[in-house]
Nanobody, 125 residues
Framework: VQLQASGGGLVQAGGSLRLSCAAS????????MGWFRQAPGKEREFVAS????????YYANSVKGRFTISRENAKNTVSLQMNSLNPEDTAVYYC???????????????????WGQGTLVTVSS
């Protein structure tokens, strides 16, 4: 599956951004979808994930209550609504796809087989 992320940009602290990821190729509904981010000098970290149905979601503690992941299977897209942004959220954000299965390791990077190219989010103080 091919993934194309978009929606990044520059925003002031306290502001909001909405990231989108368009998927093409294999059947979208056979994949759970996730967002990861990588700040300069840091490892790529889990942000959020959603099951194929869109019913179950998972979040990193650092974004819980501020970010919302959702998907529209009819449009083959997954989104990440980010509110109350702070400078610590500055990073390149990547969307990723994992085959549906156990969600015990949903936060692990190696669970995801396909990755988008990333979109840069910069939050100024």
């Amino acid at each position: 599956v091919q993934l194309q992320a978009s929606g990044g940009g520059l925003v002031q602290a306290g502001g909001s951004l909405r990231l989108s990821c368009a998927a093409s190729g294999r059947t979208f509904t056979t994949y759970g979808m996730g967002w990861f981010r990588q700040a300069p000098g840091k490892e790529r970290e889990f942000v959020a994930s959603v099951t194929w149905s869109g019913i179950n979601t998972y979040y990193a503690n650092s974004v819980k209550g501020r970010f919302t992941i959702s998907r529209e299977n009819a449009k083959n897209t997954v989104s990440l609504q980010m509110n109350s942004l702070n400078p610590e959220d500055t990073a390149v954000y990547y969307c990723a796809a994992r085959p549906e299965g156990s969600y015990v390791r949903v936060r692990a990077r190696d669970e995801y087989d396909y990755w988008g190219q990333g979109t840069l989010v910069t939050v100024s103080s």
